[in-house]
């Protein structure tokens, strides 16, 4: 409930202005998963976790403890240990990616092995959620990640076979099955996350919950 004097969010400017970056930066996200390796893309998400220390410190006033500052020099050298030792990988992947050959994928002991143990980690975790079970940041934190590692997966696919439909190929794209079942998947995942972290928000700091989830 506001308070008298108070404005909703959704009447200030700067909130739009600031969705409209998150939203920009998103979609650039999602197409460095068609033009750079998963292991690259992922972890330099980094620097979302930085600004948002910053955005936080500076908007919302919160305040950054000097431990936060040595995991904020840990991002940064992170990030570019990470771009300096990631192994070379053919740079014109889609050329090598097929509906058929997606499928083989899919259906590999590893792929299986992976989907099974995040779908029964979201089995273990979504009925606990109660308001005495989840005072814990780190149950969000788990939900998302799960949510996260299915979502990485499928955005990487889904960017990979828009690059191939962009090279001409577009009719073996979108008259695939495969290409629809993992953009359903994609939108699903990032519904599904955005909802379990913007309740986390409205529990935790940004500068405590960011970070966290993002290790």
Same mark, same amino acid.
């Given at each position: 409930h506001l308070k008298r004097g108070e404005k909703t969010y959704l009447k200030e400017p700067l909130w739009y202005l600031g969705t409209l970056m998150n939203y920009t930066g998103e979609i650039g996200n999602f197409v460095? %998963?068609?033009?750079?390796?998963?292991?690259?893309?992922?972890?330099?998400?980094?620097v979302g976790v930085i600004s948002n220390a910053f955005a936080s410190r500076i908007h919302l006033k919160e305040s950054i403890p000097w431990r936060s500052w040595i995991?904020?020099?840990?991002?940064i050298a992170g990030s570019i240990g990470i771009i300096f030792t990631v192994?070379?990988?053919?740079?014109?992947?889609?050329?090598?990616?097929?509906?058929d050959g997606t499928w083989d994928k899919i259906r590999?002991?590893?792929?299986?092995s992976f989907i099974m143990f995040d779908l029964s980690a979201l089995a273990v975790l979504l009925?606990?959620?109660?308001?005495?079970?989840?005072?814990?940041?780190?149950?969000?934190?788990?939900?998302?990640s799960v949510l996260s590692s299915m979502l990485i997966v499928s955005a990487k696919g889904v960017a990979t076979f828009l690059l191939l439909a962009i090279s001409g190929k577009y009719k073996l794209v979108f008259?695939?099955?495969l290409f629809w079942i993992m953009l359903i998947w994609v939108v %699903?995942?990032?519904?599904?996350?955005?909802?379990?972290?913007?309740?986390?928000?409205?529990?935790?700091?940004?500068?405590e919950l960011i970070p966290i989830y993002f290790v």
């Open positions: 460095a %998963f068609a033009l750079a390796p998963a292991m690259i893309v992922a972890p330099l998400g980094s995991g904020i020099l840990f991002c192994p070379h990988q053919n740079t014109d992947e889609s050329a090598t990616i097929s509906p590999s002991l590893k792929f299986i009925p606990v959620e109660n308001p005495k079970s989840n005072e814990s940041v780190f149950w969000y934190v788990y939900v998302c008259g695939s099955s %699903f995942c990032i519904i599904m996350q955005g909802k379990f972290f913007n309740d986390a928000l409205t529990k935790y700091k940004s500068s």
